[in-house]
């Protein structure tokens, strides 16, 4: 039985560090295509005019700060909750150098779409690796609970109050971001089911 235990919390910890990775790709395939960017990303562009630093060290930074909101929520972080406020913010700083700007007006399109629908699978990988959920998506599961609200509603609400907060510091607003905001949503709702990993059944 050792195994087979063994095999599921491996399948879950891949799952986890994969969805990470891949979020905060699909972050810098936003910033690369210049057409706006994720609405936390609008935040930390706000913050980095006035202080200065990186979106990802923002992302660092923010997330810490997201996970205070949790304690009215009663949400409980776990290793999922830690390995995402510290991995997202370095793979978009390392995505940004590495990754080709596009220039044509087709290619940074393509960018859009393809960050898009990969962040809404990365969020359903991590989410559904069951180790905890991001700092910010903390926020969106902790209201669900508390509010019976869908997730497409929730997440919908949040993304358009980070927006607008972030544009108020002077972040820029793209038709990207109006995308993202209006998409992600239901896109998450959508795929979590999909890569949710089952709870592990213990035979006698």
Same mark, same amino acid.
């Given at each position: ?16 560090? *994969?969805?990470? !990775? /891949?979020?905060?790709?699909?972050? &810098? =395939?936003?910033?690369? #295509? %210049?057409? +706006?960017?994720? @609405?936390? $990303? ?71 779409? *393809?960050?898009? !629908? /990969?962040?809404?699978?990365?969020? &359903? =990988?991590?989410?559904? #690796? %069951?180790? +905890?959920?991001? @700092?910010? $998506? ?67």
């Amino acid at each position: 039985m050792l195994r087979p235990a063994r095999h599921h919390l491996s399948r879950r910890l891949v799952q986890l560090y *994969v969805g990470l !990775v /891949v979020f905060g790709w699909s972050e &810098a =395939l936003l910033v690369e #295509a %210049r057409l +706006g960017v994720l @609405p936390w $990303d609008v935040l930390h562009q706000g913050l980095a005019r006035h202080v200065g630093l990186s979106i990802g060290i923002w992302s660092i930074i923010v997330a810490f700060v997201v996970l205070l909101l949790w304690m009215p929520l009663r949400e409980r972080p776990g290793l999922g909750t830690l390995s995402n406020a510290l991995v997202i913010g370095p793979c978009i700083d390392l995505s940004v150098v590495l990754m080709p700007t596009p220039h044509a007006w087709w290619l940074r399109a393509t960018y859009v779409v *393809v960050a898009i !629908v /990969v962040n809404a699978v990365a969020t &359903a =990988l991590y989410i559904g #690796a %069951r180790f +905890g959920p991001g @700092p910010r $998506d903390g926020l969106m599961t902790g209201f669900v609970r508390r509010t019976g609200g869908s997730v497409r509603v929730v997440r919908t609400c949040i993304e358009v109050a980070v927006v607008l907060t972030g544009f108020l510091l002077g972040g820029t607003l793209g038709v990207a971001t109006l995308l993202f905001v209006f998409s992600i949503g239901p896109l998450v709702h959508w795929f979590l089911p999909l890569l949710r990993v089952p709870e592990q059944r213990h035979q006698a």
